[in-house]
């Protein structure tokens, strides 16, 4: 028996897609990652999927989704994260517009208590964008999405000059291909 009955497709990014899953287990729905088929045969690829799996549970903070399991299932890399049934913050900008102040300053304060972790844990986010917050209807923010997150204590996978990240969220050092730190993160929130 699979420990993982897929349900449906929830996304896709670069490297992975995301999929609505039974943990038949415990009989609780999870988000399962996997490598997209173009990332599986590439070494790099595979290296960023266990760093990102690295990386995000490195940090336990409630404002950064929590990975409850991984491992291999038919030799294909996987993680499973809890599932959150609620809107990105990209989602909630094109269905009700622009959020609230007050809610909009509760969202800013609960990021950057979840950068703080993550930057006193030696990690650079490089991601950080609307499509990589989830914000419930009680307001409660998450964090997700380590995919591009940089290590400051471990080898480095990407080349020295690379720019990474989503252009319009970017800070002037990351489009410079130089080095980066948590004051990036900063500025791309």
């Known amino acids: 028996m699979s420990a993982y009955s897929v349900i449906k497709k929830l996304g896709e990014g670069g490297m992975g897609v995301v999929y609505l899953a039974n943990q038949t287990s415990l009989d609780r729905k999870v988000a399962l990652?996997?490598?997209n088929e173009s990332s599986k045969a590439n070494p790099q690829y595979f290296g960023r999927f266990l760093r990102e799996v690295q990386a995000s549970t490195r940090v336990s903070h409630e404002n950064i989704i929590k990975i409850i399991d991984y491992g291999e299932i038919e030799g294909q890399p996987f993680y499973a994260m809890e599932y959150l049934a609620a809107p990105t913050l990209e989602e909630r900008y094109k269905n009700d517009g622009v959020l609230p102040i007050p809610l909009a300053v509760k969202v800013c304060e609960q990021l950057l208590s979840a950068l703080s972790c993550m930057h006193r844990a030696g990690l650079v986010h490089r991601d950080?964008?609307?499509s990589n917050v989830m914000l419930d209807e009680a307001g409660h923010a998450t964090l997700m999405d380590f995919?591009?997150?940089k290590d400051l204590?471990?080898?480095?996978f990407t080349a020295q000059g690379k720019i990474v990240g989503t252009p319009g969220y970017l800070s002037p050092e990351s489009i410079l291909g130089k080095p980066v730190d948590g004051r990036s993160d900063l500025f791309s929130l």
């Open 33 to 35: 990652k996997l490598l």
């Open 128 to 130: 950080l964008k609307p």
């Open 147 to 149: 995919g591009l997150v």
């Open 153 to 156: 204590e471990r080898t480095q």
